[in-house]
């Protein structure tokens, strides 16, 4: 069972899969499943997206540098409502960002995380790695490793890795367990190139799970076979 976390969420889980906003009944899915983890007694770090704000498609006539930092503040937004759903769900949890000045967020600063981490609190990683032409992928893999998480955990909509693209060829097979270099001869796509290059340098396990299927988060986490395992 890995003890510390750093979870990967995409902002369409509080929206649903192409729709925009908050839905209740996925914020309440997405509460249950971080909920059976938090109880677990896992210590839980959350970097999430911003899909369910913006897309790229709506934010192409702006720079790429203005897009991003549109990005950025979505995941500030997403950050400050999760926290406020763990929290009214009787969860503690902090948000945490130095990229505004907030009163909804804590300074990233490694001793005040360790506390949070101490006294059972979810912690919320907000604004990405702050700078644009990054993506929350990346902020998931710096923060796994600032945090000495025992694993990335990346919940998509899709139940692991293939060895082919599952929609291009139906007898394509999920791949239980990798190599970060066994998944670069074969050409897989696991996340993308920055956080994939910092995971395997920093030699941090990552697990790609269908966050829809109910239990897979904590499955995952307690050792059972799900979704995609990449090791060092
Ligand atoms: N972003 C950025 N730098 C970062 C992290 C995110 O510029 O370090 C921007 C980028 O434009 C990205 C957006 O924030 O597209 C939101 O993140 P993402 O697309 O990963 O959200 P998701 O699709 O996972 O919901």
Redesign the pocket.
């Known amino acids: 069972m890995y003890k510390r976390v750093l979870l990967?969420?995409?902002?369409?889980v509080l929206s649903g899969e192409g729709n925009k906003g908050f839905a209740k009944e996925k914020i309440d899915y997405l509460i249950g499943e971080l909920k059976s983890v938090v109880e677990h007694g896992i210590e839980l770090g959350i970097v999430?997206?911003?899909?369910?704000l913006?897309?790229?498609v709506e934010?192409s006539s702006l720079s790429?540098?203005s897009?991003?930092?549109?990005?950025?503040?979505?995941?500030l937004i997403?950050s400050i409502y999760l926290k406020e759903a763990l929290t009214n769900s009787g969860i503690k949890a902090v948000a945490i960002s130095s990229s505004v000045n907030s009163p909804s967020f804590e300074p990233h600063q490694y001793n005040l995380i360790e506390r949070y981490f101490s006294t059972n609190h979810v912690v919320i990683f907000g604004?990405?790695?702050?700078?644009?032409?990054?993506?929350?992928?990346?902020?998931a893999a710096i923060r796994a490793i600032e945090i000495s998480a025992d694993v990335l955990i990346k919940a998509t909509k899709v139940d692991g890795v293939y060895d082919k693209d599952p929609k291009l060829y139906p007898k394509a097979t999920r791949i239980g367990k990798i190599t970060f270099s066994e998944a670069i001869e074969k050409g897989l796509k696991i996340m993308d190139k920055e956080a994939f290059s910092l995971c395997q340098r920093y030699k941090k396990p990552v697990i790609v799970i269908n966050f829809f299927i109910p239990n897979s988060l904590l499955s995952a986490i307690i050792g059972e076979k799900t979704g995609t395992l990449v090791l060092p």
């Open positions: 990967k969420l995409s902002g369409e999430i997206g911003a899909g369910n913006f897309r790229g934010l790429s540098k897009a991003d930092q549109i990005g950025m503040l979505g995941t997403n604004g990405g790695t702050t700078l644009p032409f990054f993506t929350t992928d990346t902020a």
